[in-house]
């Protein structure tokens, strides 16, 4: 098993930047891919980005793409979001995520291990 501690939510004005960082314990971090979910009031949770375990191959969502960056360091057993132009529409709680899928995946179901979520609210 693995734990997950998120950080480095905050309240910032639109167009600001945030890095949101995970910490994994446990069991080898690089045995997981690991991903960013988030959730919104009222609204499903939604995928973010992913990021294989070797750090080779991320992927993200339509509506952070070319604005949010996922990278890793297994030798810290971290994950970094950095999370740059927000927007409002950004504003949620964000999870990470860890999955041995085999493949990486972008579908929480996949996602075995979850953090407690980290808030992040984008000002307009």
């Known amino acids: 098993q693995v734990q997950l501690v998120e950080s480095g939510g905050g309240l910032v004005q639109a167009g600001g930047s945030l890095r949101l960082s995970c910490v994994a314990s446990?069991?080898?971090?690089?045995?997981?891919?690991a991903g960013w979910f988030r959730q919104a009031p009222g609204k499903e949770r939604e995928f973010v980005a992913a990021?294989?375990?070797?750090?080779?191959?991320?992927y993200y969502a339509d509506s952070v793409k070319g604005r949010f960056t996922l990278s890793r360091d297994n030798a810290r057993n971290t994950v970094y979001l950095q999370m740059n132009t927000l927007k409002p529409e950004d504003t949620a709680v964000y999870y990470c995520?860890?999955?041995?899928?085999?493949?990486?995946?972008?579908?929480?179901?996949?996602?075995?291990?979850w953090g407690q979520g980290t808030q992040v609210t984008v000002s307009s």
């Open positions: 446990g069991r080898a971090w690089s045995d997981y891919h």
């Open positions: 995520a860890a999955s041995t899928a085999l493949i990486i995946t972008t579908a929480s179901k996949n996602y075995y291990y």
């Open positions: 990021i294989s375990r070797s750090g080779g191959s991320t």
